[in-house]
């Protein structure tokens, strides 16, 4: 059944295969009259791009956009806009030692299961490659979200077992896209690059932790009472490849607070009504306040690693698995345009569903 | 814009206030030749009932669910299933003092944007009141699973900070029931009641955690790329009120965590083929292996709180709110039929999707 | 899997049988706004009711509406809305005869075939009784399309041999509800209830044409490229029980025509663009463009006649069906209201979801 | 808002201009296993493509499919299906004439005003060249459907007065492929060929019907009460350009007949229910019944007229139209592998949704 289709009004379908053609998306609702370019999309794309620094995988892909239909004279016309990504580096042989076997902690034993059949070079459809597409649907909606001054930035906040100190916060995003990491605290991105080396070195992967930082959205987004816009930013995060989790606001914390601490007073400040605190990340109710939107995502560590493992075949014959292939040590520096993308996406639907709350 | 239907093709639409002529739900998309009474589901509701306890609100509802439509002598016909609850104790007049004010991290403020008017009695439709029908659709959710011998159980796993000691695990769930917190480790479950006792004591409330266990899933549920299980029971418990963040299998721990120990490695036991550890919480690819699945949710401190706080009217003007109505001092206990509801519906929509995955 | 949702944004889920407790509709989606009481409702119920005349069924049913959820103080609050009619006039017995037989030319048969269970007494929910639930919903929709200035009739056409003679269009709609066939010519009505009595009198029934004009829509409505307004229209149309046709604009008649006597040329009339002809009814490249929609609708005769049918049984023996229950000699009178509401809930839907067709 | 995407779990979704890079479509929720090759798909876009035969416009395009994700190894994998066709014979310069001038009973008005802006090549997305994408999906689903027997024929019923005579009922399909008209009785082809090659000569167009007869259609394809296999029939047929009208069955022609005529007696024929008749067309209640599944859409005649038209432009200033580009004298023709298609698509849509029926 379909599950490649993500949004109400601002609809997107995903299609493609890590070793196929291409990858791309169809975004069926965008509003007419956006202004687009192959370039304006090619920005964030590069932000995923394998091979943009040491500490990734160095698969070759140049990944261009190629704008095939929907847009008009550099402006969407409210037609479905399709965006393919062709393959370059197709290294296809080097997944011939995975057509029978299963890698641990991959999706190749459930797509047998599920389909039987499966596209099993570079993972096929089960590939992180696929999330190219969504950074260039991301473009659009911030394209759109940029109308109403909405600014979406994400960031690594952890790597392993390295964190920005508390003491940093809040943090200045100036410096995010001038380390590899994508971390804004200088110091502690010199530590996780480090870091990340030393694991790739090793033939090892880690994971780590991308937030997310929401600004200007407008009050009023989020559909009660199964579409939260948490609910739907959640869901968003949780189908990227490699998410083990998600919280917004005070998260996992709140179930250890007091009502009494917890709770966000209301506050008039120049006429503009606030809270004084925002354990509330934004959204009360399911619905944004007015108030910054911030969440965090949790990746785990890369399943394909260097060293060989223990596994077994489709007929259950017991098989050895070995990390070929060209994979990331650490999946968040790649996943910060991925992350925000998502945001863009689920901001983009929910502001033009909110269009149709009053008469 | 709609968003109280859940669910692709079981698919829930719920109605109704806290504070109006009752709540309900219809189920549209149950199949036919399902076994189902008002009794069956009365016992999940009482799960969920306020007055219970010693340790959940006070107001009196006896929560009667009549099924409209849809069964014809106790079995589904295949068309919709209306379930309707009608709403006993409607103290509204505990509500004028917020008429015009707005409850501190309530939706008040937030549906008076979004809608220009609302509900103000007891919170309207934000009221967790709407949670009522949830357990009730996921009761005929339950019993489809039960054909396939899928079991799910969700139980308290913290109370503010008290938590249940690791080495009680694995644990078990015999006497969920027996205490009135649902923790399954009768020591901490007694800690834990007698903290919220404290808590209540000081017009307080406190956060908790619930954790959910699901047993016998089939492998094969789960559409990628979007619709992945695990990022469908994120979406549905993120939905329910009052919780903060989701995660699944090593969930938030696997940022911490290297590839080479986070990975399940294949094994074939009996010809079956399973997986040694399993940090992927029975889902990999978003489709389940037929490991367990397990996740827990994390819920803030309840809002009401009887202390008075400051807060603002509609015109912005300063406004004192005080903690009238009926509350709970910890909604986990009330919450783990929610978490079993919502689980049993999303996997109830799966298994149904999954049919349709072959020729 | 489901069925009985209508509607993208303006979205509606009706239930219920026809021997059951009642039947009704939860419409989600609805603006926050609108002003509807359930006196309004009554109005077009009571158009569709049975036993309102001597030409229709005489099965008494006051079709009462009772509003459940979703208005506040007499308007919408953007929140779903249940509208639930109690059924009253219950002579299940009518249909012991029925209980294993298959009703020539009604869906007793694939009703059992596809659930193999179904609810017999009076087609359950295969019950044309199930339009009321559209009517109630269409009256909130009418109420929307109001604001705008959208004006729905619907009228009776042709019943059996018997048309409205062309010399007559443009029709006047005055006396539509003068007479209880609902036929805009007074000569023609008093023919058509004339021949509908003395069909009754034979025990038979007879089909007919029930034909709608819609006035003043905006300009706008209609979702290339499968969403056009009239597809929709026309799914909506036939979505109503017994309705064998549809057409809009030139219709059938289109195909014996010449591009250059068919096409509408375009025209400023006080600085207004219209086009000098409207064979197009309205609709172009399946977006409304300002004219006059106009369309019509074929019913085919009720199958339950008073004479004895051969048939077979379940086990599929010969059994001979004879027509009790109270059933409508021709039930074209009777679906005015029911073409009138489907017809505003698709616009209703349309209109909202124009608002997001430009950024 | 989306419009371009059709049915539930079988669903398509077609993207792509008259005069951009190309169109295209994919499918999502195709179910894995189907052999399916750019062959195939070639064969029924021949039976579409422009310069067919001398009564067809004589565009060039070689309309060549291209696979681009979703097929491995010549089978699907259930993962989406994107196919590819190419625009080759852009002469957008036949199109500057109506930059700004808006042709009569196009979309080149409604357009411009919905969306504020427009691709005016050749229509842009308008053009009924989008249904070169809906064929290419539509051999994919009659591939799926002829797993089970299905076969689906679509034919020329009439070409403006021309219609085949009663008497040759029922007809043998065995020609319609043999005479470029695509009518299966060969006189009455011969008649339409020589009468569109008149009407092209006086630069004119006209209209016509095709028909559309489904045989073995399994029992229990439908989902009432607004998803009836009739009316999604009805929907898909009304979505493809220039249709005016839908029947079924007994169609309009059911509105003059009595019920004990209309009647469709059930009978038992070697242990199989079948009826005698088949006024119902092969659907009950919404719902297959196993008999043959027939119906008829009418075509308005081609908009595109040599001659030059009064019209008005963007200002609302008188302008002429005249008729360059090269288009159909009567589009029924081509329209045959349409209909087929959206027929192919709407019941592999219910084919995979009736297996979620019962428990």
């Known amino acids: 059944m379909p599950g490649s289709t993500y949004g109400q009004v601002f609809r997107i379908t995903t299609y493609g295969e890590s070793h196929g053609k291409g990858i791309g998306v169809v975004i069926d609702g965008c509003p007419a009259g956006i202004p687009i370019t192959e370039?304006?999309?090619?920005?964030?794309?590069?932000?995923?791009?394998?091979?943009?620094?040491?500490?990734?995988?160095?698969?070759?892909e140049s990944d261009t956009p190629h704008i095939m239909s929907g847009v008009f004279e550099?402006?969407?016309?409210?037609?479905?806009?399709?965006?393919?990504?062709?393959n370059?580096?197709?290294?296809?042989?080097?997944?011939?030692?995975?057509?029978?076997?299963?890698?641990?902690?991959?999706?190749?034993?459930?797509?047998?299961?599920?389909?039987g059949i499966r596209d099993y070079r570079g993972g096929g459809r089960s590939s992180a490659r696929e999330t190219a597409a969504r950074v260039a649907a991301g473009v659009i909606a911030k394209k759109l979200l940029s109308h109403y001054g909405v600014i979406i930035t994400a960031y690594v906040d952890q790597v392993g077992h390295i964190s920005i100190p508390e003491e940093n916060y809040p943090l200045s995003f100036a410096t995010i896209e001038e380390n590899p990491v994508r971390c804004p605290h200088p110091e502690t991105a010199a530590k996780m690059e480090a870091f990340i080396k030393e694991v790739r070195k090793d033939g090892d992967t880690v994971g780590g932790v991308v937030s997310c930082l929401i600004q200007n959205c407008p009050i009023g987004l989020g559909e009660p009472v199964f579409d939260r816009l948490h609910a739907d930013l959640g869901k968003a995060m949780l189908s990227i490849n490699a998410v083990k989790g998600f919280q917004y606001g005070s998260g996992f914390r709140s179930a250890r607070m007091r009502g009494s601490e917890h709770n966000d007073l209301f506050d008039n400040i120049d006429g503009k009504i606030v809270t004084r605190t925002n354990n509330s990340g934004g959204i009360q109710g399911g619905i944004s306040n007015g108030m910054e939107i911030y969440f965090s995502v949790a990746f785990k560590p890369v399943a394909t690693i260097v060293m060989a493992q223990e596994s077994v075949d489709k007929d259950g014959n017991a098989a050895l698995v070995e990390g070929k292939g060209r994979h990331d040590p650490c999946v968040v520096p790649r996943a910060v345009p991925i992350v925000e993308a998502m945001a863009a996406l689920t901001l983009a639907d929910h502001l033009l569903r909110a269009?149709?709350?009053?008469?």
Chains 1, 2, 3, 4 share one sequence.
């Open 88 to 115: 370059e580096d197709q290294r296809s042989k080097d997944y011939g030692h995975i057509k029978d076997a299963f890698r641990p902690s991959h999706a190749d034993f459930t797509y047998q299961e599920k389909y």
């Open 74 to 86: 550099d402006f969407t016309t409210g037609t479905p806009i399709n965006i393919f990504i062709p």
């Open 355 to 359: 269009r149709l709350a009053k008469v």
């Open 39 to 60: 370039e304006d999309i090619a920005i964030d794309l590069d932000r995923r791009r394998p091979g943009q620094s040491a500490i990734v995988t160095q698969r070759k």
